[in-house]
C-alpha cells in the first residue's frame, strides 16, 4: 500500500497534496491502526511502497524518511516493511511508481504471487503500478486534486477502512 494519504495525513496547498517530511509531524489517519490490524488477523503481508521524490529534490534527506518510516512502524507495529523510492521522474528509475520495481522488489522478498496482492492507493501512480506489477488496484478516493486519476481501478473506497470492512465482508479466509 502507499504511504501519503492512505496511511498517512497529507496536506494541501492550492488542491495539491504534500506529504509530512518529518517524524514529528506525521498523522496518522484515524482507524489505520484498526483496520491494519484486522487485515493482519486475516493473514495479509502489510508492505508500504512510497515516492520521496522530495529527497532527489532537495527538500528533505534520506535521513529524515528513514526517521519518519521508524516513528510510523512503532506507531503501526502492523506493517511489514517499507520500500521507498527516493528518486523524480527525471531519474528515469525502475522503482518511481507507477512503474513496478519497488512492488515486484517486495514480491521477491517475501514470496508473493502479485497476481493474489492489492496494491492500495490515493493516485494514479498508485492504481498504475498495482497494474504494471499483476496486482488487483485499490484507490483510495479523496477527491482533493481530481487530475490525480484513478479511473482505472479494479476497486475504489474513501478510506483503507472501507477497503479492509470489503475484505472483511467477501473474504474466504
Not at 114 to 139: F, H, I, K, P, T
Request: contains cysteine.
Amino acid at each position: 500500500m502507499d504511504r501519503d494519504g492512505t496511511l498517512t495525513l497529507e496536506y494541501s496547498i492550492h488542491g495539491k497534496s504534500y506529504p509530512v517530511q518529518f517524524a514529528g509531524r506525521v498523522a496518522i489517519l484515524p482507524g489505520i491502526s484498526d483496520a491494519l490490524s484486522v487485515l493482519k488477523s486475516y493473514g495479509f503481508k502489510l508492505i508500504v511502497v512510497t515516492n520521496q521524490p522530495n529527497v532527489a529534490r532537495g527538500i528533505t534527506s534520506v535521513t529524515q524518511v528513514e526517521q519518519l518510516h521508524k516513528a510510523l512502524l512503532i506507531d503501526l507495529p502492523d506493517i511489514d516493511e517499507i520500500f521507498t523510492c527516493y528518486h523524480d521522474d527525471r531519474d528515469h528509475c525502475t522503482c518511481r511508481k507507477p512503474k513496478p520495481g519497488l512492488l515486484f522488489e517486495a514480491a521477491e522478498e517475501y514470496g508473493l504471487d502479485l497476481s493474489q496482492c492489492y496494491m492500495v492507493g490515493n493516485s494514479w501512480r498508485d492504481v498504475e503500478a498495482g497494474q504494471n506489477a499483476g496486482c488487483w488496484s485499490v484507490l483510495i478516493d479523496q477527491e482533493y486534486d481530481a487530475s490525480d486519476g484513478g479511473s482505472g481501478a479494479d476497486i475504489a473506497f474513501a478510506s483503507l477502512i472501507g477497503f479492509t470492512r470489503w475484505i472483511v465482508d467477501t473474504s474466504d479466509y
